[in-house]
């Protein structure tokens, strides 16, 4: 089998589609040892989905049983049936964002939420773990807060479809254990900008209360965000054109001591949420 170093010296379609069946190879085998860096390219991302779905209908039956199983589970683990949206806030801090974004439409077949950040990028590595459930790029990483897998299964307590758009990286969820291409969603004025920003899309249940939702966004304070390092802004845009915004504002990090083994040291700064000072 041609290495990763070899194929990576030469251009063209097919070896980035050979490139792309060789990590996902990888990924599905835990095997970090000589990943390349991700190309960021349609050609490799659509090629990568498709191989992680092969791979992912060629596992043993009972295997797949027990992944929808644990997806079940993940789905319910949470009462509050918007835990999800808390969820996915958590994993745009771990992306460096500083905004997350969160609005209604009416899709195709049923109302939409779309939720969207300006953190870093979607990689192939997340792939997998933003779509099977207890699946993580995280567990050695302590300061990480969200939960990949975890935090977007809860979300299927609201809605029946999922799609991450995190160019060049467009795929959704299937019925049973799966992953699909989707088709690229276009830029949304003042909200989404494909080449800047992730995108969530969630077809919703029929039964979905827009009412309730809105309520528990209104209710949900910004003290929500002042343990956040990163996101500064969390904010809905209503159907009828109002926004409702949660934001902080964080100070420098202040020394207070340094001991001189270096080994503890002690730091503050305020963190500003409406007239309340933390």
């Known amino acids: 089998m041609a290495t990763f170093a070899a194929i990576s010296d030469h251009d063209g379609a097919e070896t980035l589609r050979t490139l792309a069946r060789l990590a996902a190879h990888k990924i599905l085998s835990k095997d970090k040892q000589g990943l390349p860096a991700d190309p960021r390219d349609a050609i490799f991302a659509a090629e990568y989905i498709r191989e992680c779905d092969r791979l992912l209908a060629n ?119 799966g992953i699909r291409e989707r088709e690229a969603e276009e830029a949304i004025a003042e909200f989404y900008e494909p080449a800047t920003d992730t995108l969530l899309v969630l077809d919703l249940e029929g039964d979905f209360d827009t009412s309730s939702f809105e309520q528990w966004f209104e209710e949900w304070t910004d003290d929500g965000l002042i343990f956040l390092d990163h996101v500064r802004r969390f904010e809905l845009k209503h159907e009828d054109g109002r926004t409702s915004v949660r934001a902080t504002k964080a100070t420098a990090w202040v020394d207070l001591q340094i001991r001189d083994d270096e080994l503890t040291r002690l730091q503050r700064r305020t963190v500003t949420a409406g007239d309340r000072h933390y």
């Not at 994993?91 to 964002?97: H, I, K, L, V």
């Not at 792939?127 to 995280?138: C, D, H, I, W, Y």
Request: aromatic share 6%; hydrophobic share 40%.
């Open 59 to 177: 596992t043993p039956l009972l295997v797949q049983e027990a992944i929808e199983s644990a997806g079940h589970a993940a789905e319910g683990a949470n009462v509050d049936p918007y835990q999800g949206v808390v969820e996915v806030l958590q994993n745009a801090e771990d992306r460096r964002a500083r905004e997350v974004r969160v609005t209604l439409r009416d899709g195709p077949t049923s109302k939409q939420m779309l939720i969207t950040h300006n953190g870093l990028p979607v990689e192939y590595e997340h792939v997998l773990a933003m779509m099977l459930p207890f699946v993580s790029t995280k567990r050695d990483d302590a300061d990480l807060r969200g939960r990949f897998g975890i935090g977007l299964k809860t979300l299927r307590r609201i809605c029946t479809d999922i799609q991450v758009h995190g160019a060049p990286y467009h795929f959704g969820s299937t019925a049973g254990v």
